[in-house]
């Protein structure tokens, strides 16, 4: 675990040495607790004794989810079972997704700039489709400037550290074109982050990142075809 913020928010996730992988999730404390993903069934239990070392899990009021894959909801059926007043917050498509772990509810659905209150803070979402799911969506915190981004800008480490300050944009090039590929879609997503104030990125994979912010978006932004005009 990790407080990352002046505004208690923490990472609550897991990091797996053997494969360098980490499953991330975070916890944002305000009038309306939320959590950010649940990470994987394997990582839930985890998560949970996280989540318990901090705050009382009854009081957890929002569950946000990027996207509904394995490692970003996996574990809600097991956070739902000891939280059941927590509303889930995604979009309408991910929502449809969510029966695929044998959950038939009613998230609150939201759309392109829509804007959740929590309290003292206030989360704005944006599209990023096509960016590990077609309507995966980008959670950006105001007023800390911090951008839960999903599959984007996320990295593989060999040694684990919370934050990384060095300019890393080799392993998120690399990650991404691994795991996301060169979608004209998911790049204009990522183009539209420049409009935003990013103070800290906090990736679903990987250590949260701290400098180079808008070197790492006019990268991703970028096809493939660009990039190598660009580096010509």
């Known amino acids: 675990m990790a407080r990352i913020s002046h505004l208690n928010i923490h990472w609550i996730g897991t990091y797996m040495p053997t494969t360098g992988l980490s499953i991330n999730s975070y916890l944002i404390l305000d009038e309306y607790p ?14 949970i004794k996280n989540i318990q070392s901090i705050m009382d899990l009854h009081n957890l009021r929002y569950i ?28 309408e498509h991910e929502s449809l997704n969510l029966g695929l772990y044998g959950l ?14 929590i309290g003292r803070n206030t989360l704005q979402f944006f599209s990023a489709s096509f960016i590990g799911s077609p309507s995966a969506i980008f959670v950006y915190h105001q007023p800390g400037g911090i951008l839960f981004s999903g599959e984007a800008f996320s990295i593989t480490v060999s040694e684990w550290k919370p934050v990384l300050e060095e300019d890393v944009v080799d392993l998120i090039e690399a990650y991404y074109d691994t795991h996301i ?18 103070n800290l990125i906090a990736p679903g994979h990987g250590p ?18 660009a990039q190598e005009y660009y580096d010509a």
């Open 34 to 47: 939320t959590l950010i993903n649940t990470g994987a069934p394997v990582t839930v239990k985890n998560l």
């Open 64 to 91: 946000v989810l990027n996207q509904s894959g394995i490692a970003y909801a996996g574990g809600l059926e097991a956070i739902l079972s000891v939280s059941p007043q927590a509303r889930v917050v995604t979009s």
């Open 181 to 198: 590929g060169d979608s004209m879609i998911a790049r204009d997503s990522i183009a539209k982050l420049k409009d935003l104030n990013i």
């Open 208 to 225: 949260m990142l701290k400098n180079f912010v808008g070197k790492y978006v006019n990268t991703l932004s970028r096809t493939r075809q």
């Open 104 to 117: 038939f509810i009613q998230p609150l659905i939201i759309q392109q700039g829509d804007k959740l209150e």
